[in-house]
């Protein structure tokens, strides 16, 4: 069984150490070591190459574009928004990501990293999964690896419809104290890829099986029927396109 562990609350209630596989969102490095930590939203993959976390463990950063160290004076200049550069000594590669900072403005991140560690770094581009949230990127990479049996532990906005994160501004910089459908970007838009998603493992992998951890007596098959009906979703989202149906 691989365990896909998010950060909603009710991660507190399971115990990681006595898992022996399981894969790690964004800031979850910060108390415990995955097996595979997914970093694709850019502010906590800026946060891990500060603390240079990729050069003793495997990290997933979905799609990166190198960019020789020569590049960076010429490449900074004509940036959208705010421009963040975060480079250290040793440091002879970098990528270019951006972001919409809280609706506020394009804030654009160039993250140098030192070639000799890429090992550790899993760049991986499936159009399928592309715009999606962590999470949802997390599972569609380990249902493409031949995983036969997910639990997901932690994904509260799907399992619970808790919004709830358990890293705040502390933590990271981009993160709230408090999530609501507002503030989040999560909710009914992560609860639509992962139909989306669901429906896409049915038909190309219907061997897989995935499930909801269950704190009280174990473990909680994941029924796309019941998803569907309890989800509700009236805006799909389209694998392979980046958006929703509304927006085609």
């Not at 894969?23 to 490095?29: E, F, P, Q, R």
């Not at 108390?31 to 970093?39: A, I, N, Q, R, W």
Request: hydrophobic letters at 35%; charged letters at 25%; glycine letters at 8%.
């Amino acid at each position: 069984m691989l365990y896909l562990i998010g950060n909603g609350p009710s991660r507190k209630n399971l115990d990681l150490e006595t898992l022996d596989n399981w894969w790690g969102m964004n800031m979850v490095y910060r108390d415990h070591t995955p097996d595979l930590l997914f970093v694709q939203d850019v502010a906590p993959q800026n946060e891990m190459i500060t603390d240079q976390y990729y050069k003793n463990h495997p990290v997933c950063v979905g799609e990166w574009n190198e960019i020789p160290m020569e590049m960076w004076e010429m490449m900074k200049h004509g940036l959208p928004g705010e421009v963040v550069e975060n480079r250290v000594e040793g440091d002879d590669r970098f990528v270019v990501q951006g972001e919409d900072y809280r609706g506020e403005g394009q804030r654009t991140y160039m993250i140098g990293y030192s070639y000799s560690h890429v090992s550790n770094i899993v760049i991986y581009t499936n159009e399928l999964l592309k715009n999606t949230f962590c999470g949802i990127y997390a599972l569609g990479y380990a249902v493409h690896h031949g995983h036969k049996k997910i639990c997901l532990a932690g994904y509260d906005s799907l399992q619970f419809g808790d919004l709830q994160n358990i890293y705040g501004p502390d933590d990271c910089y981009t993160y709230n104290e408090t999530y609501t459908e507002q503030n989040s970007g999560v909710g009914r838009p992560q609860q639509a890829q992962f139909v989306a998603l669901l429906e896409h493992i049915n038909k190309e992998y219907p061997d897989v099986e995935l499930y909801f951890k269950n704190p009280i007596d174990g473990f909680d098959r994941i029924d796309y029927n019941d998803i569907i009906s309890r989800f509700n979703i009236e805006d799909k989202w389209v694998l392979g396109t980046a958006c929703f149906e509304s927006e085609l």
